[in-house]
Nanobody, 124 residues
Framework: VQLQASGGGLVQAGGSLRLSCAAS????????VGWFRQAPGKEREFVTT????????YYADSVKGRFTISRDFAKNTVYLQMNTLKPEDTAVYYC??????????????????WGQGTQVTVSS
């Protein structure tokens, strides 16, 4: 499975962006699909994840209530709607897929397939 992340850009604080993660060469099937981000000088961190088949979601506390992850079966795509963006949301955002379970859903090692990343910059 190849993943293509898109939708990043430059936005002012308080604004919104929607990221997309499209799968090719296969489907998400029974995978979990997650979003991670890496800010300059920091380690990559978990943002959110969704179970492709059941639709259950989980969010990092830092984005809860502002970000929403969703999926589109017909387009084999996962979306990340980001609202009320803050400068601290500035990062490269990566989507990933893997057989993560509840206890590992925030662990990068549980995700086998990664997209190339898309830059999100939030200006103050």
């Amino acid at each position: 499975v190849q993943l293509q992340a898109s939708g990043g850009g430059l936005v002012q604080a308080g604004g919104s962006l929607r990221l997309s993660c499209a799968a090719s060469g296969g489907t998400f099937g029974s995978y979990s699909v997650g979003w991670f981000r890496q800010a300059p000088g920091k380690e990559r961190e978990f943002v959110t994840t969704i179970r492709w088949s059941g639709g259950s979601t989980y969010y990092a506390d830092s984005v809860k209530g502002r970000f929403t992850i969703s999926r589109d079966f017909a387009k084999n795509t996962v979306y990340l709607q980001m609202n009320t963006l803050k400068p601290e949301d500035t990062a490269v955002y990566y989507c990933a897929a893997g057989r993560a379970i509840q206890s590992t859903r925030t662990d990068q090692s549980a995700y086998n397939y990664w997209g190339q990343g898309t830059q999100v910059t939030v200006s103050s």
